[in-house]
């Protein structure tokens, strides 16, 4: 009698054995389908029509009994994220000590940028678009092209300049250094340069003004210039919480991502409170939009039917109970966001009451505790400035043209600046028209994101209210753009669903293919401009700021200081103790009667016995030719006339500036 020895089965055995097979249907035979690997690659290891196994067609493997080689794992290829981000990275570093940002035209950054540094972009943009065919396997590769992508827009003046960038940003440094040297806030004093406001919203200058201890650097200026890659970074996870919040798609996720980066040119993310409090409030924001659905309200969105291929179901309903503890949790940030800047709490309040408008969403615990936060604040810290803003509302509302302007009164002038100017209303057409296109071709994705929806538009009824000194404009661009760019990727990544094929499925297939990286390559191609091109105006030479802080370290406590604008180097050093006068901020008609005689102009002016010096510098040339504050060759006759005066001594020269001290007696 023969014992009968089971043999184990491949199919029931526990033990990793490769597939070596090669019979139908079987992946690598003759006619069989290619099995996509465990992360995602069509084709499998070696790609479609290639097996990369010993056991592959026209060779025998083990199996068969034939070539008794032992049997070797293939080696998977370097990944195509991986080749592309390494490449973008050596073009971009090798670049970068290339860019002439010492030597700027009339054209800032853009014809400063070596090639190189054009065509790391270009390799990364590449890269991303084809990392989203994986973007449902493996996230983390157009993620780090969205993280490359805003090193290599923005790093470049964090890494390169000795001077920090954009001339304004240096009154927030000296705001911290006051505030560590007086130890103080006083939101009651009266402060020339409006400075007296940053006390009464000192959220942002205490935080640095840690930091700077924390740290044990000389000021803040030492890391300024990186605050838009540290922002930008720690916005991106909060970006894709809102996204997923409606959309289940990563691709359409993470393209969402890239386009804000690219349009988020308007240069908000600078060291300033804007920056710290717009992150705040999308942290508010994202949590209001997942965890405060009310029960019930959802409807037909719980239905994947009814919905988008690519929509995400309503997030699970939450109780009056959960919604009271998220308020209790959310109180703090929205009162960090009221004590860091002055705009971003009425920015949030509205958004908040736009989203009490749906019936998913209409808590109205929420909406009293953030407003009767800010009304706090205004009219406690914030008062004094509060009743100066409602003076002013009532001569601008209801004034949309004179609200939406850029700027002070003047207009764009030199090339550079220009096309600044005509990138900018391209790259915001662009973004409304690709946003508007997914709303109205993709309704039911605009139905189930109806609430970024609204808190897109939200904004933009405040340009009916007031100018907020020329920058309405920018600020409601920067809060509707989160939403605008769900909506414009929505209008560039198809969504793709089940298994029925149809024509017009192929051709908005195909049509994606092409469409989407020419559109990113044409924002990418409108960001430069927009954030470069007046580059000359943000760059300052140290000897300039040397300069400006030799003069305002001399002049005696209780000076005015004279310039033509506030966008120089130091402009507001010591500034609570010294006074300032910005006399070029004014249409341009009225700096036209000015240059007629710009010494008997100033000398008006100033207060009987004051002491006074006026700070010419290069910056400021820049800044008022290019924004339009003085006509062609304006600030040179303004710097000879003065420096021929009799009513002014020239305390020092250089032909990067000059100080001039009033003399009254010799006139």
């Given at each position: ?168 940003a240096s009154k927030h440094d000296a705001i911290v250094n006051t505030l560590l040297a007086n130890g103080e806030l006083r939101p009651g004093a009266a402060l020339s340069g409006n400075m007296s ?204 043209t004179e609200n939406s302007r850029a700027g002070y009164a003047g207009q764009l002038t030199g090339p550079g600046p220009e096309l600044a100017g005509t990138a900018n209303v391209a790259m915001v ?75 017009a499925r192929a051709l908005r297939r195909k049509t994606a293919a092409f469409a989407l990286p020419a559109v990113l390559l044409v924002l990418l191609a409108g960001f430069l401009p927009s954030y ?136």
């Open positions: 009698m023969h014992q009968h020895v089971p043999v184990p089965s491949t199919e029931s055995s526990e033990l990793p054995t490769p597939d070596l097979s090669t019979g139908p249907g079987s992946p690598g035979a003759p006619g069989a389908p290619d099995a996509p690997s465990s992360k995602g690659d069509p084709g499998g290891l070696d790609g479609p029509g290639g097996s990369g196994r010993s056991g592959g067609p026209g060779g025998p493997g083990p199996a068969t009994g034939g070539d008794r080689r032992p049997w070797r794992i293939p080696r998977r290829p370097p990944d195509a994220g991986l080749l592309t981000l390494l490449l973008a990275a050596g073009l971009w570093v090798y670049a970068l000590p290339r860019i002439g940002f010492r030597e700027m035209g009339d054209y800032g950054l853009l014809d400063r940028l070596p090639v190189a540094y054009y065509l790391s972009l270009l390799v990364l943009t590449a890269g991303f678009v084809l990392s989203l065919r994986r973007a449902g396997t493996a996230p983390w590769w157009p993620a780090a092209h969205c993280a490359a992508l805003l090193l290599a827009l923005k790093a470049p003046p964090a890494v390169l300049y000795d001077a920090v960038r954009y001339p304004w406001a940053y006390d009464q919203w000192p959220g942002f200058f205490t935080l640095d003004a840690g930091l700077v201890r924390a740290f044990g650097v000389e000021s803040a200026a030492v890391y300024a210039n990186w605050a838009p890659i540290v922002f930008g970074l720690l916005m991106m996870p909060v970006l894709v919480l809102i996204y997923r919040t409606f959309c289940e798609d990563w691709r359409l996720i993470w393209t969402a991502v890239w386009i804000f980066q690219l349009a988020n040119w308007v240069g908000q993310d600078y060291f300033a409170p804007q920056a710290l409090a717009f992150l705040l409030h999308l942290t508010v924001l994202a949590v209001v939009l997942r965890h405060f659905v009310r029960p019930g309200s959802a409807g037909r969105l719980r239905d994947r039917t009814f919905l988008d291929p690519v929509a995400a179901p309503v997030p699970p309903p939450t109780g009056s109970r959960q919604r009271a503890v998220c308020v209790v949790i959310l109180a703090p940030l929205i009162a960090a966001v009221n004590a860091t800047h002055q705009l971003t709490p009425v920015m949030l309040t509205i958004c908040l009451v736009a989203l009490s408008l749906t019936r998913r969403y209409r808590n109205y615990g929420l909406l009293v505790v953030a407003a009767l936060l800010m009304l706090t604040w205004d009219l406690t810290m914030g008062r004094p400035l509060l009743v100066e803003t409602l003076a002013t509302i009532r001569k601008s509302i209801g004034e949309l057409l662009a973004v409304a028209v690709l946003a508007g296109t997914a709303v109205v071709l993709r309704r039911r994705l605009t139905r189930s994101a109806l609430p970024l929806l609204l808190v897109s538009v939200a904004p933009v009824p405040l340009f009916a209210v007031n100018d907020y000194g020329g920058e309405m404009l920018f600020r409601v661009y920067l809060f509707a753009l989160p939403g605008a760019a769900f909506f414009a990727a929505a209008a560039l990544v198809p969504a793709v669903a089940g298994t029925h094929r149809s024509r470069y091109g007046k580059e000359k105006m943000f760059y300052t030479p140290p000897d300039e700021t040397a300069l400006v802080t030799r003069a305002l370290d001399n002049a005696p406590d209780g000076s005015l200081i004279l310039a033509t604008s506030g966008s120089f180097p130091q402009a507001l050093h010591r500034y609570d103790r010294l006074e300032h006068w910005f006399f070029a901020e004014q249409a341009l008609p009225e700096n036209e009667k000015m240059l007629k005689d710009p010494a008997g102009y100033l000398a008006d002016g100033i207060p009987p016995g004051a002491k006074a010096y006026v700070v010419l510098t290069r910056t400021q040339d820049v800044y008022t030719a290019g924004e339009g504050l003085l006509p062609p060759g304006g600030f040179e006759t303004l710097r000879s006339k003065l420096s021929a005066s009799p009513l002014f001594r020239t305390v020092e020269s250089h032909p990067y500036g000059v100080v001039l001290e009033y003399r009254p007696a010799t006139r």
